[in-house]
């Protein structure tokens, strides 16, 4: 079986010794391509969380969807205090805190992730099922991405908790959050 060129060119694929087809290809992430076909990438904003003590959870998201959810990257500051952030995988239900509006990265569009998604400076009742990731904000007023190529994976009725070790930080900060296989 050959692989020829769809334009009559009489060009065949070329293959490398490890049996892999050479190609000449442009990469797009998978959030970019998300967006682009079914606008369900979102940011999820929040702004001067003041914790109310020290290890108080300001950041939940939980999935109560079919689909799951993704987390891609995160964004955050401390504004006031320098501080250590947690990444949790959390169980329980969670109380104290506000909802938060997911903005569409599709500008127009109403599209929404079936989750719950909210922010408080001391969100209770949940449990910490072991840390994703840490985060140093060392310097305040600094902009620190996490970026992770695995993405955090949420499954239907998973969540994520997001922690502030110092209760004098104040975080801000945006979240990416996808919604998987659209």
Same mark, same amino acid.
């Given at each position: 079986?050959?692989?020829?060129?769809?334009?009559?060119?009489?060009? %065949?694929?070329?293959?490398? #010794? /490890?049996?892999?087809?050479?190609?000449?290809?442009? =990469?797009?992430?998978?959030?970019?391509?998300?967006?682009?076909? #079914?606008?369900?990438?979102?940011?999820?904003?929040?702004?001067? $969380?003041?914790?109310?003590?020290?290890?108080? %959870?300001?950041?939940?998201?939980?999935?109560?969807?079919?689909?799951?959810?993704?987390?891609?990257?995160? !964004?955050?500051? &401390?504004?006031?205090?320098?501080?250590?952030?947690?990444?949790?995988?959390?169980?329980? =239900?969670?109380?104290?805190? &506000?909802?938060?509006?997911?903005?569409? !990265?599709?500008?127009?569009?109403?599209?929404?992730? =079936?989750? +719950?998604?909210?922010?408080?400076?001391?969100?209770?009742?949940? =449990?910490?099922?072991?840390?994703?990731?840490?985060?140093?904000?060392?310097?305040?007023?600094?902009? %620190?991405?996490? !970026?992770?190529?695995?993405?955090? !994976?949420?499954?239907?009725?998973?969540?994520?908790?997001? $922690?502030? /070790? +110092?209760?004098? &930080? #104040? *975080?801000?900060?945006? *979240?990416?959050?996808? /919604?998987?296989?659209?």
């Amino acid at each position: 079986m050959k692989i020829q060129d769809g334009q009559g060119t009489g060009n %065949y694929a070329g293959v490398d #010794n /490890e049996g892999r087809v050479k190609v000449l290809a442009v =990469t797009v992430p998978n959030d970019f391509h998300t967006n682009e076909e #079914n606008g369900k990438v979102w940011s999820i904003p929040f702004e001067g $969380l003041n914790p109310a003590g020290a290890d108080d %959870y300001v950041v939940y998201i939980k999935n109560n969807g079919d689909v799951d959810l993704l987390i891609s990257d995160m !964004r955050l500051m &401390a504004d006031t205090a320098a501080t250590q952030i947690e990444i949790n995988v959390v169980s329980g =239900t969670a109380s104290g805190g &506000a909802a938060i509006t997911p903005v569409s !990265r599709t500008v127009g569009s109403s599209a929404i992730p =079936t989750a +719950t998604i909210e922010s408080g400076t001391d969100i209770t009742g949940l =449990t910490s099922g072991g840390t994703l990731f840490f985060m140093q904000l060392a310097v305040v007023n600094t902009d %620190y991405h996490l !970026r992770t190529s695995s993405n955090i !994976r949420i499954p239907k009725g998973k969540a994520i908790g997001v $922690l502030v /070790e +110092t209760a004098t &930080a #104040n *975080i801000t900060g945006v *979240i990416s959050l996808i /919604e998987a296989g659209s």
